[in-house]
């Protein structure tokens, strides 16, 4: 007998319209608790794909790629150090898209109506130009007045400010006087509002320029560092590493993924304890497949009985009950992947569920779907449910024949 006989047996048993009604019963609720599983589990790890895409671009757009400075502090040597950044990347292959210095200094800014802590970033006019992550809500990019400094909205809004009003920004680095250490005081004239998405950004972070910066740090020609953007961003750890043993002591370098590696460990985790919670799904459903083939053995005993007389070996009879089994899962398994397939489609089209700006990146619930991840689903599924029909094929398997037929 070979396997075709076997899979029209299985097929027979479990779509027989003649089979027992309880035992019809616990096999739907099988497919349905599958069903519900995969789908649930598609949905909820494409969402989750999706939130950590877009807050893997959002960092990519708002901050470089790589950071070069130096142990000691602020330094001046800054344009040879762009020369060797870009001799080393083409030694490497790895195309740079841009490079710039920077200034960055804490403090904090004052209003007439609030204050807030803030980073104050200087970088060349240019480069702010190609800045892509900004997008202005008021006002004009670069600011092109000597005090002039581009806000946050949400810092805007704390400092209750718009386009034309002046702030005060107090740097705690105080230069000596003869009355002793005094704080750094200088006023900016807000010449712009910008947004990022990105909630901490948009309530932390003041842009000016690079010589206003480098005037309120008191650092003359000096700068805190060089920002670099690549043309992939992937390759910034592998140029990293390159740029740390070329450059040497006393510059360091830091690239985006160790910068956040605490970041997207923690979401990667909270990807993985939701598919090991929500499999349980899938496995309480396989239970239910356990009992349904349980009661199909016990109704089909004369039908084995019979088949085991006519020549069918106990290897036969396992692999017929481990097929309805297999056909049960997979009949669940598709279900639940049309099923979440499809409300992935519809979350991805019609953003029915809006998130709140003050907690997430974005506005609406990000759905991705990702061939693999279906595939590590769809697969577990399957598994899980052959694992499932092991028991009771082998139960099938043993039954003896003729003690089925005597007490028939």
């Known amino acids: 007998m070979g396997l075709a006989f076997e899979w029209f047996v299985a097929r027979r048993y479990v779509f027989s319209r003649k089979r ?42 708002a901050n470089p790629h790589l950071v070069v400075e130096r142990l000691e502090g602020p330094f001046v040597e800054f344009a040879g150090v762009e020369r060797r950044l870009r001799t080393e990347s083409r030694k490497t292959g790895i195309r740079i898209e841009d490079v710039y210095p920077f200034v960055s200094e804490q403090g904090l800014m004052i209003s007439s109506t609030g204050q807030a802590g803030v980073i104050l970033k200087g970088i060349p006019p240019e480069a702010l130009r190609r800045m892509r992550v900004l997008r202005l809500v008021s006002g004009s990019l670069p600011p092109g007045r000597d005090s002039g400094v581009l806000l946050g909205r949400r810092l805007a809004e704390r400092l209750g400010v718009s386009v034309g009003d002046r702030v005060r920004f107090l740097l705690p680095r105080g230069r000596v006087t003869p009355l002793g250490l005094m704080p750094r005081f200088s006023t900016l004239e807000v010449v712009g509002i910008f947004e990022t998405g990105l909630y901490d950004y948009d309530l932390s972070l003041a842009l000016t320029s690079l010589s206003v910066a480098r005037r309120i740090g008191g650092l003359g020609a000096a700068v805190t560092g060089i920002e ?15 740029l740390a043993t070329t450059l040497g002591y006393p510059y360091y370098v830091v690239d985006w993924q160790t910068l956040n590696r605490s970041l997207f460990s923690a979401l990667k985790l909270e990807k993985t304890g939701m598919f090991v919670v929500l499999t349980l799904i899938v496995v309480v459903a396989a239970f239910n497949i356990v009992a349904a083939l349980v009661m199909l053995v016990s109704e089909k005993r004369p039908d084995i009985a019979l088949l085991k007389v006519l020549g069918a070996t106990e290897r036969t009879i396992m692999r017929v009950f481990l097929l ?7 009949l669940g398994t598709g279900i639940g992947l049309t099923l979440g397939l499809l409300l992935c489609a519809v979350l991805a089209r019609y953003p029915v569920i809006k998130l709140p700006s003050d907690v997430y990146p974005v506005d609406y619930l990000p759905v991705r779907v990702e061939a693999l991840d279906v595939s590590i689903i769809v697969i577990s599924a399957l598994v899980l449910t052959l694992l499932a029909a092991l028991f ?10 003729a003690e089925v037929l005597r007490h028939g």
């Open 392 to 401: 009771p094929a082998r139960q099938a398997a043993k039954l003896p024949p």
């Open 324 to 330: 309805s089994g297999t056909l049960l899962g997979a």
């Open 228 to 242: 670099v953007k690549l043309r992939d961003p992937f390759e910034a750890h592998r140029l990293a590493r390159h």
């Open 20 to 61: 027992n009604r309880l035992t019809g019963v616990i096999a739907n609720i099988s497919v349905a608790g599958i069903a519900i599983g995969v789908a649930a589990l598609i949905v909820v790890i494409a969402v989750m794909t999706g939130f950590q895409d877009i807050l893997r671009d959002k960092i990519l757009s």
